[in-house]
């Protein structure tokens, strides 16, 4: 009797052994990994979400794309002045008005960096109303003009106008 205890015991302390060096490591490492597996699992959910969510995103930015367009055409990515001056002269024409000089041409930076001020000026005549019409037509263009001053002078022939104009730009992206 005393030897089948001694040899249970025997079989109980080479189970914990076998236990301890055989199964205990292995089943840490199970552990472990599935573990790190959950991280990796909620890593993936994460990702999923964000990459969803910049996925809807793009889709609004293409719904807006007529938007970007008009603000484009507004904010010209560099100092046209031949092309301001072409519009300014085809909107003062369309209004009544008649150019008699335009000039005084300067470029300043703009108030925010990547933005770009041109500031020139225009020597017209005609009736008040044609300036009322000419000055509506630039503040209802898509474009970007700032009437700076508006001067009236007398003259023989009648009213003459003198503006300055600012028209924006980016100057650098």
Sequence with gaps: MKKAIIISFLILLLGLIFL?????PRYTAYRQLHSQLEVDKQTLTA?????SQLF??????????SAFAKASSALPPYADAADIYRFV???AGESGL????MGGLNLNPGKKEGEGIIEFSILTEGDYSALTSFLKAVENSSRLINVKMVRLEG????PSYSLVLE??????F
């Excluded at 008649?98 to 000089?101: E, K, R």
């Excluded at 003259?155 to 009648?158: H, Y």
């Design 155 to 158: 003259g023989e022939e009648g």
């Design 20 to 24: 301890q060096i055989g199964v205990l």
């Design 56 to 65: 809807t995103l793009q889709q609004k930015i293409k719904t807006y794309q």
């Design 167 to 172: 028209a924006n730009y980016a100057s650098a």
């Design 89 to 91: 002269l085809e909107k």
């Design 98 to 101: 008649v150019v008699q000089t």
């Design 47 to 51: 990702k999923k979400e964000y990459y």
